[in-house]
């Protein structure tokens, strides 16, 4: 079984600014993915960000960067020069294991950015 | 353009009625999935199917049915036995099996809202 946490129910930004959510995982797969999915007021899930467990390096996604810390089991979402649009609801999910794929998803974080 | 399309977008039931959902996707993928949203909850999962005529039970499966008759086509059924299903339902679908991460990638659609009156 596989369980995500993102112990941020909420969090604020200052426009331009950086800002960065947490999410920890567990898994008893080998070979998993991990991923952050925004979700705006639309509630449209958009793919923010993937990364492959077996790589070491951090995906980056133009603003968007990852902390992944393997042994940890950390998987954290850097936001750089925080937009208005950034405005959404950001979901962790963790995938993993060669049957359905499934994506476990945590709680979410609301991201509010100030003017 | 290609993607996935879940009609309709708002649906209201009354109690004891069995509701369909629909989700179509016209970007030839095998896998889809149907999740579950409430407030404060990241979404679980109902159902999924990774091949025509195939479908497995996710974590709340209980009160709810699919088919998959079509690759293209995946409707989820909410019946009366569902004590609460009022929800935000997704859609999803993912191009393969396979470990490359191309095939790990689901992509959504744009979410049918359930009420129940």
């Known amino acids: 079984a596989q369980t995500v946490t993102q112990s941020q129910p909420e969090m604020s930004v200052q426009e331009a600014e950086t800002v960065t959510l947490s999410c920890t995982y567990d898994t008893s797969e080998s070979d998993y993915y991990l991923f952050w999915y925004k979700q705006p007021p639309s509630r449209q899930m958009i793919l923010v960000i993937r990364?492959?467990?077996?790589?070491?390096q951090n995906a980056t996604e133009n603003r968007f960067s990852v902390n992944f810390q393997k042994a940890a089991k950390s998987f954290s979402l850097k936001i750089s020069d925080s937009q208005l649009g950034d405005a959404a609801m950001y979901f962790c999910?963790?995938?993993?294991?060669?049957?359905?794929?499934?994506?476990?998803f945590g709680k979410g974080t609301k991201l509010s950015v100030i003017p | 353009d290609g993607g996935i399309t879940q009609s309709p977008k708002y649906l209201f039931r009354k109690e004891g009625q069995n509701v369909t959902l629909s989700c179509e996707q016209n970007l030839n993928h095998d896998a889809m999935y149907w999740y579950r949203q409430d407030p404060g909850q990241g979404l679980r999962l109902i159902y999924y199917s990774q091949i025509v005529n195939d479908f497995q039970k996710g974590d709340i499966a209980e009160g709810y049915s699919v088919s998959r008759e079509k690759k293209e086509s995946f409707p989820l059924t909410v019946t009366s036995a569902q004590k609460n299903p009022t929800a935000f339902y997704l859609c999803?679908?993912?191009?393969?099996?396979?470990?490359?991460?191309?095939?790990?990638?689901?992509?959504f659609g744009p979410g049918t809202r359930l009420t129940v009156l």
């Open positions: 990364q492959e467990a077996y790589k070491q």
């Open positions: 999910a963790t995938s993993g294991g060669a049957g359905s794929y499934q994506l476990t």
């Open positions: 999803a679908s993912r191009l393969g099996t396979g470990s490359v991460p191309i095939y790990n990638e689901q992509f």
